[in-house]
């Protein structure tokens, strides 16, 4: 996105604030809430909660640039993390005036920028960088016990970006996207000829490995980075190329714990289209319609999970961030420029919101009604 993804960061609160008011494009009034890192036009980074429509509800200051935010299973956290390589997170409590903790990694780990939450809420897990060992881990907080840290388990790859739950409780999904980095090098990419990027699925009690899925030949340089789950129960990924992006294989795939990844095969080929790079990905409430954000190509496409058909688009400048939206098979895409647009590709219809002097950051989390 336009917002300077080479600032490092390190997140902390610095005040709370409310109010905004967001210019409303579209006919229908929107139900939906969501939350979202950000940034203002003086520089100021903000997390902030905004309706469909372009309203903000509340907006939360931060000292530097936030990534993604993780909900608990009840609706009322919300963990916001420092997009690598930064160490803060900061824990929000969705019904409460003041945030309810500051929180960091251990002085030998970093952020990724994505977690999850155990089923009873109980436990955080973040996917972190071990950069001495240049090893991936999940390290676990008590969510309880003030988000104290207490433990860590591998991720059996490299780099270790997103992280999902899957439907029976009890294993986590994790994108191994595959490139070593190191806080004295700030943001490079050390071994990007030797990647070997990888989709873990791990015991969250025991934190066995349960399956580990490497890419095809010639898919090395193929980084998986997001991850959303269909309403089959089916991993959806959305990767970077990290080669020539003329050169661009597909960039959306599909897993299972028994079943290797595997890229879809669209009529067109997109993978150059869509400039080698997905921001993010994201099913829809009902999980059957999947979408995937191309915020260098300023488009995201939506795909219907069960026949694996590109089934529309949305054509949006420097759009990233994907959620579920009020009303089955619908999507909310948000972009750097401040644009809310909520998708019903299986009715091709669209509704926009503006919020003047927003820049929305890569990733939209949609808060329950």
């Not at 990694?105 to 897990?125: E, I, K, N, Q, V």
């Not at 990027?197 to 899925?213: K, N, T």
């Not at 959306?252 to 080929?269: E, T």
Request: with cysteine; net charge neutral; proline share 5%.
């Amino acid at each position: 996105m336009v917002i300077d993804r080479r600032l490092l960061l390190e997140l902390g609160v610095a005040a709370l604030v409310s109010g905004g008011a967001g210019a409303a494009l579209g006919s229908e009034p929107a139900r939906d809430r969501y939350v979202s890192a950000a940034r203002r036009p003086d520089g100021r980074y903000v997390l902030v909660i905004v309706t469909g429509d372009g309203r903000i509800e509340r907006e939360i200051a931060i000292e530097a640039r936030g990534h993604d935010i993780a909900l608990s299973p009840d609706g009322r956290l919300a963990v916001a993390f420092a997009r690598r390589p930064g160490t803060l997170a900061l824990a929000l409590d969705l019904l409460a005036a003041e945030p309810k903790a500051i929180f960091s990694a251990p002085h030998d780990r970093h952020f990724y920028g994505h977690g999850t939450f155990s089923p009873d809420g109980r436990l955080l897990y973040a996917t972190e960088n071990d950069f001495e060992a240049a090893r991936g881990v999940l390290g676990i907080y008590d969510v309880g016990a003030g988000f104290a840290r207490v433990g860590e388990v591998d991720t059996h790859g490299v780099g270790p970006h997103d992280v999902v739950l899957l439907g029976d409780g009890r294993t986590l999904c994790v994108a191994n996207g595959g490139i070593e980095t190191h806080p004295a090098s700030g943001r490079a990419k050390l071994n990007v000829g030797s990647m070997r990027p990888s989709l873990a699925f791990i015991d969250r009690e025991s934190g066995d490995l349960r399956a580990r899925h490497e890419l095809g030949r010639g898919l090395n340089q193929l980084s998986i980075r997001h991850l959303c789950a269909d309403a089959a129960g089916r991993v959806w990924l959305g990767c970077q190329w990290e080669g020539e992006t003329s050169q661009s294989p597909e960039l959306v795939g599909i897993a299972r714990l028994d079943a290797p990844v595997r890229l879809i095969a669209p009529a067109a080929p997109l993978g150059v289209a869509l400039k080698g790079y997905i921001g993010a990905v994201a099913a829809s409430r009902d999980g059957r319609v999947v979408a995937a954000s191309a915020p260098r190509a300023g488009r995201a496409i939506y795909l219907d999970a069960a026949s694996e058909r590109v089934i529309g688009e949305t054509i949006l400048p420097d759009c990233c961030g994907l959620a579920p939206a009020d009303g089955a098979s619908t999507i909310a895409v948000s972009s750097g420029l401040g644009a809310i647009r909520r998708a019903r590709p299986t009715a091709a219809g669209e509704d926009s919101a503006l919020v003047p002097g927003l820049a929305f950051d890569n990733h939209l989390r949609r808060l329950p009604a």
